[in-house]
């Protein structure tokens, strides 16, 4: 399961946005670190192609793509070191696949900014250094432990130890642990240390319905947002955290027209959703029958027995071949049966990349 941490300045958002995500009730009052404990929760990924091949085989079930969410206390300057609620946060999202930083992109004189006025470039580098900070401290501990191994003749810690020296010269500079230029050897020994900063990061930019949005005041701070996002090589999605928050309690068949008096012409949620799936490089393949249909999510880029991996091992290590078609083919054709008469049915081997909407059925020794 794809699991995302949530950072971000006290009072920007986060525990709102997670609240709107998650369907769940954390604190989110208008003062700082609230949430004590960390949140998490559990997200069904909306797609309507999931909900159509459903109806098509007529399923007793429907399993969609699930992302667990980590809400963590907002960070402060000098998190890293122990200020605020001090780094035993941090250690929450260590285990993630990857940080949506939400940051504040609105004015509002009667929601307090930590920092005093609104900044959100300003925000991005502070919460990213207490991150580059915490990381800075775990490669330490780490290399101290190295030249023993190193003695001992280990090639392995060697490399390691060479990656790691990388990993402080990219952090020291200023720049993510992701930006280090590691060999995929040295990746992989950086690895089991979950450094935050080599996690992909995306950046929801949290805007306000009817409030001061910094897109539209157009004084320059939007734009130094953007390019700094992009200088780190990494995406940005706008969200309303509040709206989508309030937008919970609605009858499903009345959020468009809610979100049309509100100005919030875009399901926040599943761009943001959207983003994550983009930053990670990933996709969904689906299988439908009588008794389920499902949703799987792997890497863009995986072959049919990679693929088959993410159902169950036998259909990697005993593969023969896969039966694909495309979900609107599928739903086009009105069959399985259908498909194949149509010639729309392709029978796949080890070397087929899944591609994202195959619907895919695995056939293994």
């Known amino acids: 399961m794809l699991k995302i941490g949530i950072v971000g300045l006290p009072n920007v958002g986060k525990s709102t946005l997670f609240n709107a995500v998650t369907k769940q009730s954390v604190p989110a009052e208008n003062y700082p670190f609230c949430t004590i404990d960390p949140s998490v929760g559990i997200v069904g990924v909306p797609d309507a192609r999931l909900d159509a091949l459903a109806a098509l085989s007529q399923s007793k079930k429907i399993i969609p793509a699930a992302i667990e969410f980590v809400d963590i206390a907002g960070l402060v300057k000098g998190a890293a070191e122990g200020e605020g609620l001090g780094n035993q946060f ?37 919460v990213n250094l207490e991150l580059a900070l915490a990381d800075a401290e775990q490669v330490a501990h780490r290399r101290e432990r190295l030249p023993r191994d190193i003695r001992a003749g280990l090639k392995e810690a060697g490399v390691e130890d060479t990656a790691l020296v990388k990993v402080q010269q990219a952090l020291t500079a200023g720049k993510l642990a992701l930006h280090a230029a590691l060999t995929a050897e040295e990746r ?47 995406q940005y999605v706008f969200v309303d955290a509040a709206t989508e928050r309030e937008l919970n309690d609605v ?23 959207r983003g994550a799936y983009a930053t990670l490089g990933l996709i969904s393949f689906f299988t439908t029958g009588e008794t389920e249909s499902r949703a799987w999510t792997i890497t863009r880029g995986s072959t049919a027995p990679e693929a088959g991996a993410a159902i169950h091992s036998d259909f990697r290590d005993k593969f023969i071949r896969a039966e694909v078609v495309r979900t609107n083919d599928l739903l086009t054709a009105g069959s399985w049966s259908a498909a194949r008469d149509a010639g729309k049915l392709r029978t796949e081997g080890k070397e087929y990349v899944v591609q994202d909407g195959d619907v895919v059925v695995f056939l293994h020794g």
Do not use: C, W
């Open 90 to 126: 941090l250690s929450h999202i260590r285990e993630t696949d990857a940080i949506l930083e939400v940051v504040r992109f609105f004015e509002d004189g009667d929601v307090h900014h930590v920092e005093g006025h609104v900044d959100p470039a300003r925000d991005i580098e502070t």
């Open 251 to 273: 009858a499903d068949d009345d959020r468009a027209s809610f979100r049309e008096e509100l100005g919030v012409h875009e399901d926040g949620l599943a761009g943001l959703i």
């Open 188 to 234: 992989s020994l950086v690895k089991p240390l979950n450094l935050l900063t080599m996690k992909p990061i995306l950046y929801a930019l949290n805007r306000k319905s009817g409030g001061h949005n910094l897109d539209e005041l157009a004084d320059g701070r939007a734009q130094k947002a953007y390019e700094l996002v992009d200088s780190l090589g990494s």
